[in-house]
């Protein structure tokens, strides 16, 4: 999901909303066996460097996706690229 123009609350609040949504949904797999809610794992990156390469901005989004699911279930985690000469910042 490609989130352009968007600022890292904003996109932090559409994240956030789609999980809710998600959460809400019950799945119903038989009278034996438990119902389960869906949840779902987030890697995001907000990148404020038009310079570092794609590849590069979804690495990154990989890792932070890889890091919401170690950390716990239906989890948002935040990469923050200022610059690409200067360490990123990452956010649970």
């Known amino acids: 999901l490609a989130l352009p123009g968007c600022d ?4 932090r609040n559409v994240l956030d909303n789609i999980k809710e949504e998600i ?3 019950i ?3 038989g009278e034996d066996i438990p ?12 990148c404020k ?9 979804v690495k ?3 890792e932070a996706l890889y890091k919401a699911k170690s950390t716990g279930k239906n989890k948002v985690c935040t990469t923050i690229i200022l610059h690409k000469s200067l360490s990123e910042v990452s956010v649970e």
Not at 35 to 46: D, N, P
């Open 8 to 11: 890292a609350v904003g996109a």
């Open 49 to 57: 460097d038009r310079t570092v390469d794609s590849e590069v901005i």
């Open 60 to 62: 990154k989004a990989d």
């Open 35 to 46: 119902r389960g809610a869906i949840t779902i794992s987030v890697g995001f990156v907000l």
């Open 23 to 25: 959460a809400k949904n």
């Open 27 to 29: 799945i119903v797999w």
